[in-house]
């Protein structure tokens, strides 16, 4: 069936969101279809508005300003720790869990020498950099483990000043898992990262 030019558009374009398939896309249109055009005019607006946000200057978080609501905060700004995230959405997740009351510093990725990604390609320079300048006491890295990860983290250890503490997040058994549907690395992470019983 030959679908009109402007639900092919819409359809293609909803196509390049991660995760969204043609057949989620179509619905998705036909869903936003049977809205008004007030409805239809403020998702563009708030969409064209994208455009619009800003990296942060410190951090590398989106915002409107030219620093993000964290990095603007004195308190936290001021904070001895910095949380190293690999991308927003984990940003985000900590951030979500109102336990870390420091600054962050978005790295974009990791490592990952086969698909050129290399130091300069992050934002592993400014990082050490931001450390030394801004006489950050701790660094808390909380990148995913994978061995690009892994690689990442040994790196930054290594480029960052030696009186500087380094620390990773701990990984393991989530809360109400069960061990018998755990796969071996997650088994393994737990075990390195087993805490002493006071």
Known sequence: MELPDSLKHAVSQMTKIPG????TALRQVLTICRWDKAQLGALGNSLISLGNLNSCEVCGFYTDQSQCQVCSNRDRRESDCV???ENITDYIAI????TFKGSYHILGGV??????IGPDELRIPELVERITKEDKKEVILAVNPSVEGDATCSYIHQELPEDIKVERIGFGIPMGGSLEYLDSLTITK????????N
């Open 20 to 23: 969204v398939g043609e057949k």
């Open 83 to 85: 949380c190293v995230v």
């Open 190 to 197: 737990a075990l390195e990262n087993r805490k002493r019983l």
């Open 111 to 116: 490592l990952n020498p086969l698909l050129g």
């Open 95 to 98: 951030e979500n869990s109102n």
